[in-house]
């Protein structure tokens, strides 16, 4: 062995060893993307595993909101099990999310209203039935988070405009990222509270390309991709299904066109992309 090749190797067992004996901080929470601006303290709250949702505003009752919260909820708590209970815990600090939303309007296009607001604090020390609040963009919040004045209870607040139920899932999405799985306890925690937020997205174009046409990807993995999206808070999917080095899309008008696919196993049938984009 040389001596260039003695270096390599020390340099990587030292490396190694470097970052297998750092103990990572599992109190640290981790946003993405970061939110226009927050507030955070140091408290540590436990979630209850049987979190309940409340809503209110005109737009509360839709389903959209409702699938939601099941999906997040079976995200945040996909280690516990109600046939084999993860602790014996009987009392948490969250126990209900209160989920606001002013608007009705359902349509989903470029441009759609995703700001939000997320308050997740214990109420005056009783911990028995906490809330979580997902609502509107909130004058007085915002205000208080721009200016760095202190959040005082009791201070009236002024909800300037109705957000939509996309903004809803993006709060959702932010108060999955919050809660944290403890190992020891076998509870999921949230750290540094109480937590302020006040968010909207800085682009409202947030895309992300698939070239199925250079690399095929099956319809169950594209789907996980598109629900992957949603961690990152990506809105426009740009699948990118032909081109010169394979058609593997079926066109009824000219059905010899998807054999210039790699092979008849690598094809997306009419249905199959309908299923994709509706």
């Known amino acids: 062995m040389n001596m260039k090749s003695s ?3 020390l340099l990587t067992i030292c490396t190694f060893l470097l970052y297998s004996s750092a103990e990572l901080d599992g109190s640290l929470t981790y946003i993405w993307p970061l939110p226009a601006k927050s ?4 408290d540590t709250l436990s979630v209850d595993p049987e979190l309940s949702l409340v809503v209110g505003g005109k737009g509360g009752d839709s ?4 699938d939601g919260f099941g999906r997040y909820k079976k995200i945040i708590f996909k280690h516990s ?3 084999y209970p993860v602790n014996k815990r009987s009392v948490f600090d969250i126990g209900i999310l209160k989920i606001v939303v002013l608007s009705d309007n359902e349509e989903l296009q470029l441009g759609a209203d995703e700001s939000y607001f997320l308050l997740v604090e214990k109420r005056n020390g009783q911990s028995i039935i906490g809330e979580a609040y997902i609502e509107n963009w909130t004058l007085f919040f915002y205000r208080s988070l721009v200016e760095g004045n202190e959040m005082k209870e009791g201070d009236d607040f ?3 405009n109705a957000n939509t139920v996309y903004g809803a899932l993006r709060g959702l999405e932010t108060f999955s990222q919050l809660c944290a799985f403890d190992y020891e306890t076998k509870t999921v925690q949230i750290y540094k509270a109480p937590w302020y937020i006040v968010d909207k997205p800085r682009f ?6 698939l070239d199925t046409s250079r690399h095929y990807l099956p319809i169950n993995v594209i789907k996980q991709i598109i629900e992957s999206m ?6 426009v999917l740009h699948w990118h299904i032909i081109d010169e080095q394979s058609f593997p899309l079926e066109v009824p008008s000219y059905p010899n066109l998807w054999k210039g696919s790699y092979t008849k ?5 009419v249905e199959d992309a309908y299923d994709i984009v509706r």
Do not use: D, F
């Open 63 to 66: 389903s959209i909101i409702k």
């Open 39 to 42: 507030s955070s303290g140091n």
């Open 265 to 269: 196993w690598e094809r997306y049938t």
């Open 7 to 9: 270096l390599t190797l």
């Open 204 to 209: 409202a174009y947030r895309g992300l390309l």
């Open 158 to 160: 002024v909800l300037p």
């Open 81 to 83: 099990s109600k046939s």
């Open 230 to 235: 949603s961690y990152a808070k990506l809105n």
